[in-house]
């Protein structure tokens, strides 16, 4: 257990929820961009990081019943488009609940979960999935 917080210190930026501003229309970008494509030159050298709450809301979904092979453990789960509050629209797996627990709208937050282990060293990766908030 002591890998993890190694990783975590390493990786922390990576897996925050952080996107980019452009400070001239104020327009927020997840995944972040280092250019607007609005405002191009003027936004160059400009945009700010800004991390999102992680809060957001169910844009769209889909029930996947035989997906990727390192969702086979998962099978079936749900795929959703989150709104998140700040704008951007984000991918991502809603896990702990039913189909049935969520439409569209339903309020969301992200969490940060392990994907999946692999190899014999088991080293252990961490992305964003999003439960029901509460
Ligand atoms: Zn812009």
Redesign the pocket.
Known sequence: MSEVPRFWRESRHRYRLVGTR?P????LYFPPRVI?P??RR??VGKMVEEEMSGEGEIFSFTVVHDGLEQFKMQIPYIMAIIKMKEGPLVTGQVVDCSPEEIKIGTKVTATLRRVRAEGKEGIIQYGYKFTVTP
């Open positions: 452009c001239k229309c104020d327009t607007c609005s405002c003027e936004s």
